[in-house]
């Protein structure tokens, strides 16, 4: 069974800093991109940021310059470092990843349980 695992979410006042983890187990035999994604009340589930096993990443225009994505390939983990954070990042915050599992040819997409994020003073 394959599990994305978060932690780090947490309560925090606007300007302060988290930092959001996600490690993968499961006979993995790849990881092709590592992502997170946030979903507010009432709002759609939106993408965050993504890093592909290369290093590339992407990131929602409304994060660029306050969150980075990086990752451990060799831990199967992915962080997102938020700073500067604003009361409207204040969402459940999930993780993502496309998985090639030992022993399957094709890849496929999984997510975690979710970890919330409260930006609030």
């Known amino acids: 069974q394959l599990q994305l695992v978060e932690s780090g979410g947490g309560l925090v006042q606007p300007g302060g800093s988290l930092r959001l983890s996600c490690a993968a187990s499961g006979n993995i035999f790849n990881i092709n991109v590592m992502g997170w994604y946030r979903q507010a009340p009432g709002k759609l589930r939106e993408m965050v940021a993504t890093?592909?096993?290369?290093?590339?990443?992407n990131s929602a225009d409304s994060v660029k310059g306050r969150f980075t994505i990086s990752r451990d390939n060799a831990k199967n983990t992915v962080y997102l470092q938020m700073n500067s954070l604003k009361p409207e990042d204040t969402a459940v915050y999930y993780c993502?990843?496309?998985?090639?599992?030992?022993?399957?040819?094709?890849?496929?997409?999984?997510w975690g349980q979710g970890t919330q994020v409260t930006v609030s003073s």
């Open positions: 993502y990843a496309i998985v090639q599992r030992v022993g399957m040819l094709s890849s496929y997409a999984y």
């Open positions: 890093i592909t096993g290369g290093g590339k990443t």
